[in-house]
């Protein structure tokens, strides 16, 4: 499977009303959108942890294409 291939993917489940609320309870869920700051070290990683992967399923969803997200990242 080729990394187009899998953006695609990402798209078909995620374009519908029911993957749209979830991409966006997921983002308000996992600090999209505010400080995942901690003062436990630990805590502040596993935050940031849980925020990237909303941010990657954020970038599959964009209309680039993976390869260029990289290359422009």
Do not use: C, W
């Not at 519908?16 to 436990?40: P, Q, Y």
């Not at 925020?51 to 599959?60: D, K």
């Amino acid at each position: 499977m080729t990394p187009e291939d899998l953006q695609t993917l990402y798209k078909t489940v995620f374009a519908t009303n029911d993957g749209e609320r979830v991409v966006k309870d997921l983002a308000a869920r996992f600090h999209i959108h505010g400080s995942t700051f901690s003062t436990d070290p630990t805590e502040t990683a596993y935050r940031e942890g849980q925020r990237t992967v909303v941010l990657f399923l954020h970038a599959m969803l964009q209309d680039k294409s993976p390869k260029e997200q990289i290359v422009n990242e």
